[in-house]
């Protein structure tokens, strides 16, 4: 009879076990359960790599997970209707070829198509997010596609001077890297097309241009911690060293809305508002300081509430006439509000459905006039 020994047993053991758990490792590391099959990443312990390394390895690693974005929209003009294109990147996170770009890469856009490496796709929108300028996007890949994922990591606890390493496609150069440091936190950026401030920006000395838009900012690691979004550039000109990105504890937070109702469900007071222009003030003996109620919208928080707007009329010269105040906000939930950025970062950490403690001026009286918050409806989103 053949005999093993303890010691032959044991190391009999620790074999079938090592083989097993790479079997298992290996089979759910690269098939999904849609059969798109994942690439696997390898990237050196930053602290032991050398810098140059340390490039090499986050671009071999992350860069197959970097699309190209192309937009195709539609324009009139008095010749006719003519095709407008535009780029960008994006970033593939998870495996169902979902891809998190900016909002301002897909907007308008009536045909979108990607591209993955060689290969290219044609794309739908799924979710976006003007105020963070965010969006998801589907790519129509068929299975058995081999997919690399970008690894989302967090953006609390980030420091001015920390490296960073942009991928991207500035130009149509598809996948290009640039690297840099974290330059400053929580920067405001006023966007021109949603009219209104994006807060809490990361500031980078990478290097970004036109058709980066969208792609990873990404730490030593490999992991994406922002988004690319915009640049200061005189003149419309390239890169001088001053760009910015979406955290990407914003987009973590997003994502699941984005991918699941395709917008983000945001409070709404249901008001327009304008700050406290000088010579009203004046007129009516107020606080330069504070929002003016303009209109409250029909089935909203505030006209349940009794929120009064102004009355505006015009005389036979087609002259606005004030003639009656209606509520000038001054608080909500005791955080003062003198502008409509000040209003969105109040009602920031709010849900639709809470009820908010408004204090108004009203007939030359204070007062605290409890609002239920709704959602904020589609044609503002």
Avoid: C
């Avoid at 301002?104 to 198509?113: D, F, I, M, P």
């Avoid at 988004?227 to 003149?235: D, E, G, R, V």
Wanted: glycine share 10%.
């Amino acid at each position: 009879m053949f005999q093993v020994s303890r010691r032959q047993l044991l190391l009999l053991i620790a074999l079938v076990a090592v083989v097993s758990a790479t079997l298992v490792s290996l089979t759910f590391r690269f098939v999904d359960k849609k059969g798109v099959v994942l690439e696997p990443t390898v990237i050196a312990d930053p602290s032991v790599a050398s810098d140059e390394q340390n490039n090499i390895d986050v671009y071999r690693s992350v860069s197959p997970g970097v699309v190209n974005i192309t937009a195709v929209g539609y324009q009139e003009s008095l010749f006719g209707v003519f095709p407008s294109e535009g780029s960008g990147s994006g970033s593939i996170i998870d495996d169902r070829g979902h891809i998190l770009t900016n909002y301002h890469v897909v907007q308008n856009a009536q045909k979108l198509e990607v591209q993955i490496n060689n290969d290219k796709f044609s794309a739908k929108v799924v979710g976006t997010d003007r105020d963070d300028d965010l969006a998801v996007i589907g790519a129509d890949i068929p299975s058995g596609y081999k997919l690399s994922i970008v690894q989302r990591g967090k953006s609390a606890g980030l420091e001015v001077g920390q490296k960073v390493l942009a991928i991207g496609n500035p130009f149509g150069l598809q996948k290009t890297l640039t690297t840099g440091v974290i330059s400053g936190l929580q920067r405001p950026l006023f966007d021109n097309a949603a009219q209104r401030t994006i807060n809490g920006l990361i500031q980078t000395d990478a290097s970004i241009n036109p058709g980066n838009s969208g792609g990873p900012l990404l730490n030593a690691k490999g992991e994406m911690i922002g988004i690319n979004t915009a640049i200061l550039s005189p003149n419309q000109g390239g890169s001088i060293g001053i760009g910015f990105a979406v955290p990407i504890d914003i987009a973590n937070r997003v994502i699941p809305d984005l991918v699941g109702k395709g917008y983000v469900s945001r409070p709404w007071l249901g008001i327009g508002s304008v700050p406290v222009p000088r010579n009203i003030a004046d007129r009516y003996n107020l606080p330069a300081e504070g929002l003016l109620v303009t209109q409250v919208a029909k089935n909203s928080g505030a006209a349940a509430a009794g929120v009064r707007p102004a009355v505006i009329r015009r005389n036979i010269w087609g002259d606005a006439m004030l003639q009656d105040l209606g509520d000038v906000i001054l608080t909500i939930d005791g955080k003062k509000v003198n502008s409509i950025d000040d209003l969105q970062q109040v009602l920031s950490d709010r849900q639709p459905g809470e009820t908010v403690q408004m204090e108004v001026v009203r007939q030359g009286n204070r007062l605290t006039v409890p609002v239920r918050l709704g959602e904020r409806p589609a044609e503002q989103r």
